[in-house]
């Protein structure tokens, strides 16, 4: 009766987990926050000296890594070098295109993936596996190969093929990963309800899966924009962001 | 009522060499609550399935209110389910999941707030309808699913073992609800269960199945008094059996020599086939226990027997004896306070009416995997 009546918060608490001590209390309330700003910290460094170096007064002649004061001069001048420009934006569209394309085949292989048994199945797993863990080295090596075979000129199409290729992979893990404990009777019971296998898709498992779709989008978009050494087997004459970056400095 | 509403004609399901369901026949009429019992893996939620047109069936034929449906998909079936796993729409709050077969069929704003509103309140979960299905309780998902599929008005509503993921209380509730719920809305309800108890409780009528196949079909007293078979004897309560041979079948009874010598009356009706080896049975509450002195009564039943365990359970008196042949027999005797005077060790007789024995037709044993019941 008078655990009732005492029932006070630190009571309560202390009922909840294992019992701790006064001291792992103490630990908790300040190792836990102090590592965790130092790994912040330690991620977002690069990020961070890039954007200041944005703002760094230095001769236009050479890149120099060292701090020269404050300027907005490099944002008043982002487009003056023409070549630069137009790398970028031969990258913004293959990154676009490619993530499309790659997305929904992605989404395609990890709905068939789920929702199947077939035979190829473990195959087709082993293979986007393969094509996440094998060296880019030896995919832009081998696409290369492949497209001189067939007599493919290099160019854009070619490297959108090459970041689909790469990209589906990324996309179908993140999706399927999303459709993990995705229970199928929810779309048993879209249909019993009377929508129709349509119906279903976009009532029911897109919205279910959206999350993962648009973080299987972005990965890919991400992993399309910042690609060189694919790139660099399979453009030709064409010049993406990374290519023009490392041919400048 | 009278009116068929569901016709299984020699339905079967392979799944690879797997005989889910074996050439199952089956009527069920309008407005019945009609359960499906079974040990796991006898096929029930196949069958449901089928008719829920989640699965073709291998052979056979489904009818739905006098119409073939074997090959309809299931958006174009008059019929609802309710799953095991609720299978509510996570990403949709509670009115929205109920509305969403309504908004299937274009029914228009008005009426889908009004027929929301309405199930709901059948249900009793007025109030929530902005929840989404993970701010609720097991019981409460239970709930929204059933008016997702009620709101439908379906013609036959399947359901499989959905008081499955409840506790003990909540089931004993729900169980008492869904029946009030079918009664009000008249909709025919087919249920999965392989809780004996549930199935006995709720239903109209139920088939007891196991591997593939139909046992018997009948109203629960039917099935508890008159079992057909040795494996519906035991599934459904305890029971004692013993072996005999038919002697003599007269003005609608028949003498049966059980094993170890006394000689039995069983109803002739009982007695379909015409086999003279025969394996009779009774429920363990229709004995009576006396001491062995004298002649038995007359007009009953009897065996004899020795005493091995007495023990008191409040409401009864349960006693274990070794009966003829090998036998051990059951014997529930409920406690009006005169127990029968007798100990552990003594020689007894176990008296019943000829009308409570049954005859059943005998069964393989239990495997393993079916004893969970
Ligand atoms: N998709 C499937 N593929 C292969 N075999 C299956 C499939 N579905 C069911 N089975 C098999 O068919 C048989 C009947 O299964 P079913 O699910 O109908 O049993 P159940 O009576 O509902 O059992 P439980 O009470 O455990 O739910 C089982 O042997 C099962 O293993
Ligand atoms: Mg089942």
Known sequence: MSIVATRDASLVEGWGGPKQTRKQRRLRRFVLPIYSALVILYLLTPIFIIVLYGFNQTSPKKVAFRWGGFTLRWYRKAFVLSGLTAAFKNSLMIAAISTIIATILGTLVALALFRYRYRGKGATEGILFANIAAPEIVLGASLLSLFVLFGVPRGIRTIIIAHVMFNIAYVAVTVRARMAGFDRAIEEAAQDLGANPLQTFIRVTLP????????????????????????????????????WVYGAV | MGETDVRLDQVTKRFGDVLAVDDLTLQIDQGEFFSLLGP??????????MIGGFEDPTAGVIHLGGKDVTNLPPYRRNVNTVFQSYALFPHLDVFENVAFGLRRHHVDRQEI????????????????????????????????????ALVNEPKLLLLDE??????????????????????????????????????MTMSNRLAVMRHGKIEQIATPEEVYEHPATEFVAGFLGASNLLEGEVKSRH???????????????????SLNGSESRVKIG?????????????????????????????????????????????????????????????APGDRVRLLWRPEHTFVVRPSEPLAEWEEEQ
């Not at chain 1, 050494?229 to 004459?237: D, L, Q």
């Not at chain 2, 796991?40 to 399935?49: A, E, H, I, Q, W």
């Not at chain 2, 609800?177 to 392989?194: M, S």
């Not at chain 2, 003005?251 to 009706?269: I, K, N, R």
């Open chain 2, 251 to 269: 003005a609608g009874v028949a003498d049966v020599v059980v094993e170890g010598g006394s000689t039995v009356t069983v109803p002739d009706a």
């Open chain 2, 162 to 199: 959905p008081l499955g993921a409840l506790d003990l209380k909540l089931r004993k509730q729900m169980q008492l609800e869904l029946k009030r719920i079918q009664k009000d809305v008249g909709i025919t309800f087919l249920y999965v269960t392989h809780d004996q108890e549930e199935a």
């Open chain 2, 282 to 342: 009774v429920r363990p509450e229709k004995i009576r226990l006396e001491e062995d002195e004298g002649e038995p009564p007359s007009g009953w039943n009897s065996v004899r027997g020795v005493l091995q365990i007495a023990t008191f359970v409040g409401v009864s008196h349960q006693y274990t004896v070794d009966g003829p042949a090998g036998t051990t027999l059951t014997v529930y005797a409920q406690n009006l306070g005169s127990g029968a005077n007798v």
């Open chain 2, 113 to 148: 707030k009004r027929r929301v509103g309405e199930s709901l309140t059948l249900v009793d979960m007025p109030g929530l309808e902005r929840r989404k299905p993970g701010q609720l309780s097991g019981g409460q998902q239970q709930r929204v699913a059933l008016a997702r």
């Open chain 1, 208 to 243: 279910l899966i959206f999350p993962g779709i648009l973080a299987g989008a972005l990965l890919a978009f991400a992993l399309s924009i910042d690609d060189f050494i694919i790139t660099n087997f399979v453009s030709g004459a064409v010049e993406t962001f990374p290519i």
């Open chain 2, 40 to 49: 796991s893996g006898c096929g029930k939620t196949t069958t449901l399935r």
